[in-house]
């Protein structure tokens, strides 16, 4: 049994994935249906290592706090733990949901989906 906000997540990529025709959404959208343990979990310090300042970090599960953050970039994700939270609050970077980025506008060029 899903959640409805994983619905309406999943539902949102899939229509922007059909109405841009990029793959990205559709990527991040299959990620998210998946059942809840088998959903990733990543943590700041892969997200550290992977991602540079000019790109935004998606992650299709939840940000754990494991690692630190020292780049202020963006990083959108289903859901964070209170202590990832506080980290990128920390290092000035910003966290939003799945839903806010596809409302951002942001090119999918500059996304970088992080498993």
Known sequence: MKNQ???DTISALEK????SGKAIWKALAEDLDT?????VAVNLS????HVSE???????????AAGRLTKP??????SFSEGALEKIKAAKAEAMTL???LEAGIQPSQI???K
């Open 54 to 64: 000019d790109e935004v970090a998606a992650i299709p599960g939840k940000v754990l």
């Open 99 to 101: 839903d806010e980025l």
């Open 112 to 114: 970088r989906i992080i």
């Open 5 to 7: 906000t994983l619905k």
């Open 73 to 78: 970039i963006k990083i959108a994700a289903f």
């Open 16 to 19: 922007a994935s059909e109405e």
């Open 46 to 49: 892969r997200i550290e290592r």
């Open 35 to 39: 059942a809840k343990r088998r959903r």
